[in-house]
C-alpha cells in the first residue's frame, strides 16, 4: 500500500506523517486523455476555483493553463522525476489528488462499508468518500453540481475512482446521510491531521486565537410567524457583530448556527471547533472548545490565548489561567457601573498615586506583580515641601491574578495595552481569516442541508479538507504556500 510512498517525503527528503497510515487505492493515470481533461478543468489557483471556473469549457481557460504549465507538470510525472516537480503547485489535479491521499480515511471507509451486504453490487464507499471530499476541495456547492463535474471531467473521475458509472443524487445523499451517523470518524481524521500537521510545525498549537462565526441556513425563519414550525428546526436567530470597518462595529443578525473555533494563531489552522444554534452566544463556549483541544492533543499546552471582547469574562480570564494559558481578550469598554475603575484607575487603566494622577508602569517583579510609580510631572503634591519631596513618591505594586475581575482588568500576564499585549492581539486575525478562507474556499456557508446533525458534518468537511491541503502544502516543503493563510497575521 505504501509503493507512493514517494507523497509522504517532504522536500527535504525527510519521511513525515509518522502515525498517519496513509494509502493510494487509484494508480495516477497520465494517459493523453486525461491531461486533455486536465486542462478543461481550468483552475485559477488551488484555492479559487468556482463553479463556473470547474464548467468545462476549454474557451475559458486562459492560455497559460491550457499550453502552458499544467501541461509541463502533469507529463513530468514519472517515477524519474523529482517529487519537487511531481508536485509542483502548477499541477492542481496532482495536489487535488495528493489532498485526497493524505485523508486517513481507513475507518470511514470500512464503516461505510459495513452496510453494504457483500456480494451486492454498489458503489465502493472509498470512491464515494473521494468524491464527497472533492466537492469541498473543489468548493462546489450542492450535490448536483458535483455529478456535473464528474460528468464532465473524466481526470475528476479518475481521481476519484468512478469508472464510467457515475451514482446519482439519491445515492450520494443516502451516503451523506450515513456518513452524518459516523461525524466522529470524521473528526478522528482531522485529529490525525493536526497532530501530523504538530510533527512538521513543531510551534503548532503554542499561540492560538479563538472566536465564532456564523453559518446560515437556508430555510425560511419566518415560517414560524405563519404557526408552523421552521422548517430548520435547530437553527435559531443568532446576531454577531462585526467590525465593518474601524470606526463602527456593525451588528448582524442571521438565522442558522455559529462555528466556535480554536485556531493556531501563527500558522491560522484550525485546531478544534464545534457547532451550535445561532442564538448560543460566544463567551460560555471558550472553555468548551479549549477543553476539547486539551482532550483530543496531548501536545496542546498554548502559552498565550488570543479572543475578541465577545469573550471579555470574568470566567474565561480565570479558566486561561488557572490552565497556565496568557489570557489576552479584548474587554468591553469601562462603564460608570464599573467601580473597580473609578478613583482606582484611569481609562488606560493605570493606576492613580494619591495626587489622583496616572502613574507610569516600571516594571514587573519576578513575583509577577506589576510595579507603578508616581511620575514628578504633573503630580499635585510635587512642589510638596514635605521632607524635601520633589512628587508624591507614591510606588504601587499589585498582583494582577489577586481576583478574576482584576486578571480580566489588567492581564494576569502580559499588561493589557503594552506593546507586547498589541502584539498578541493583532494575531486574532488568523482566526478571522481562516473563517473567511472556509467560506470562500472550503463551503462553509456553501451547504444545502437542514439540522444540526448535517450542519456539524458539513462544517467538520470543510474544516478537515482545509487542514488536508495544508497538510500537502507543508510535505511539499511549501511553508511559503501556506502564507495566503496568515497573510494577514505577519
Ligand atoms: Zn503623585
Not at 82 to 100: I, N, V
Not at 266 to 282: I, M, Q, R
Request: net charge positive.
Amino acid at each position: 500500500m505504501l509503493s507512493q510512498n514517494a507523497r509522504l517525503i517532504n522536500s527535504r527528503g525527510q519521511p513525515v506523517l509518522g502515525g498517519i497510515q496513509l494509502r493510494l487505492p487509484f494508480t495516477p493515470s497520465t494517459d493523453a486523455l486525461h491531461l486533455a481533461e486536465s486542462l478543461r478543468l481550468g483552475y485559477t489557483g488551488s484555492t479559487t476555483q468556482s463553479d463556473t471556473a470547474l464548467g468545462g469549457n476549454p474557451a475559458a481557460v486562459p492560455d497559460t493553463i491550457r499550453e502552458g504549465r499544467s501541461r509541463m507538470a502533469y507529463t513530468h510525472r514519472t517515477p524519474s522525476t523529482s517529487r519537487r516537480t511531481t508536485y509542483s503547485s502548477s499541477d492542481p489535479l496532482a495536489d487535488l489528488r495528493a489532498t485526497l491521499d493524505v485523508l486517513p480515511d481507513d475507518d470511514i471507509v470500512a464503516t461505510l462499508d459495513s452496510y453494504r451486504p457483500t456480494g451486492r453490487p454498489g458503489y465502493d464507499q472509498r470512491v464515494m468518500w473521494r468524491a464527497y471530499a472533492c466537492a469541498f476541495l473543489l468548493h462546489v456547492p450542492h450535490t448536483n453540481a458535483l455529478i456535473r463535474q464528474l460528468q464532465v471531467n473524466p481526470a475528476l473521475r479518475d481521481i476519484c475512482g468512478f469508472g464510467e458509472q457515475l451514482p446519482g443524487r439519491r445515492t450520494f445523499n443516502r451516503f451523506i446521510q450515513r456518513l452524518s451517523d459516523h461525524a466522529d470518524l470524521v473528526e478522528d481524521c482531522f485529529i490525525e491531521l493536526t497532530s501530523a500537521l504538530k510533527d512538521l510545525l513543531p510551534s503548532l498549537g503554542q499561540e492560538v486565537a479563538i472566536d465564532a462565526t456564523a453559518v446560515r441556513t437556508h430555510s425560511n425563519p419566518n415560517k414560524a410567524k405563519e404557526g408552523c414550525l421552521p422548517s430548520d428546526p435547530d437553527a435559531a436567530w443568532g446576531v454577531k457583530h462585526s467590525a465593518k470597518s474601524k470606526s463602527k462595529e456593525g451588528t448582524e443578525f442571521f438565522f442558522g448556527y455559529k462555528v466556535h473555533m480554536v485556531a493556531d494563531a501563527k500558522y491560522g489552522l484550525p485546531l478544534a471547533f464545534k457547532v451550535t444554534p445561532g442564538n448560543e452566544s460566544d463567551s460560555p463556549e471558550l472553555p468548551c472548545i479549549m477543553n476539547q483541544a486539551y482532550d483530543r492533543y496531548d501536545w496542546f499546552k498554548p502559552a498565550v490565548a488570543m479572543a475578541d471582547r465577545g469573550y471579555d469574562a470574568a470566567d474565561n480570564f480565570k479558566y486561561l489561567h488557572d490552565k497556565k494559558v496568557d489570557p489576552i481578550i479584548h474587554i468591553r469598554k469601562p462603564t460608570a457601573h464599573d467601580g473597580l475603575y473609578d478613583g482606582v484607575y484611569n481609562k488606560d487603566l493605570l493606576p492613580l498615586c494619591v495626587g489622583n494622577v496616572p502613574m507610569e508602569f516600571i516594571g514587573t517583579t519576578p513575583a509577577g506583580e506589576y510595579v507603578y510609580r508616581c511620575r514628578s510631572e504633573g503630580c499635585p503634591l510635587k512642589e510638596s515641601k514635605q521632607g524635601g519631596i520633589r512628587h508624591c513618591d507614591t510606588v504601587y505594586a499589585e498582583d494582577p491574578t489577586v481576583s478574576p475581575e482584576l486578571m480580566r482588568i489588567l492581564g494576569p500576564t502580559t499588561r493589557r495595552n503594552s506593546e507586547e499585549w498589541k502584539g498578541f492581539y493583532a494575531k486574532r486575525w488568523s482566526v478571522e481569516r481562516l473563517f473567511k478562507t472556509l467560506k470562500e474556499s472550503r463551503r462553509l456557508e456553501a451547504h444545502c442541508v437542514r439540522g444540526l446533525k448535517s450542519i456539524q458534518l458539513h462544517s467538520m468537511m470543510s474544516v478537515l479538507t482545509f487542514q488536508a491541503t495544508a497538510l500537502v502544502k507543508v510535505l511539499q516543503g511549501e511553508l511559503d504556500g501556506m502564507r495566503w493563510m496568515v497573510r494577514k497575521v505577519a
